[in-house]
């Protein structure tokens, strides 16, 4: 129905919901629970002002640590935050030689209607190396 309205919105105006993939990556400081949560909740807390996240859009989070961080699983954040309902799970990333250290990596599933070029991926910390087009510095501005 070309003229249907929702939610205010031409029915011609609506995009599809798609399942999108959201990155972050960040480093702990050391390998103890207080570091790990802290350092994963940054980069939570920065990845869903970014993206407008909110609990029921997330389908699934994946976390992986380096195998060197196993104090704390990096989901206890994700909980602390209030994403009660969302599946999580965590899991070591391979122990490649000369890999980047003490860090914590998330995959979010996410259900949106925005395109790929709208989501905002962040690499904080040590990991602005691995993608340094997603890297943000300290003041959380983008560096692009």
Known sequence: ?????????P?????PLV????????????????DILEATT??????????DLEPEHVV?????????????????AAREIG?????????HEMDVPASLQKAVRVL??????KSASEIRHVYLKGARQLRPEWAYDEDDAAVS
């Open 83 to 91: 994403w009660y309902e969302v599946p999580l799970m965590c899991a």
């Open 11 to 15: 029915a011609s105006d609506l995009r």
């Open 108 to 113: 979010l599933q996410i259900n949106t209607t």
């Open 42 to 51: 940054e980069m939570m807390n920065l990845l869903i002002r970014l993206n």
């Open 19 to 34: 399942c999108r993939g959201i990155r972050g990556a960040t480093t702990a400081d050391a390998n103890t629970a207080e």
């Open 1 to 9: 129905m070309a003229g249907t309205l929702y939610n205010g919105q």
């Open 60 to 76: 699934s989070a994946i976390f992986t640590t380096s195998p060197d961080l196993n104090a704390t699983f990096p989901a206890v």
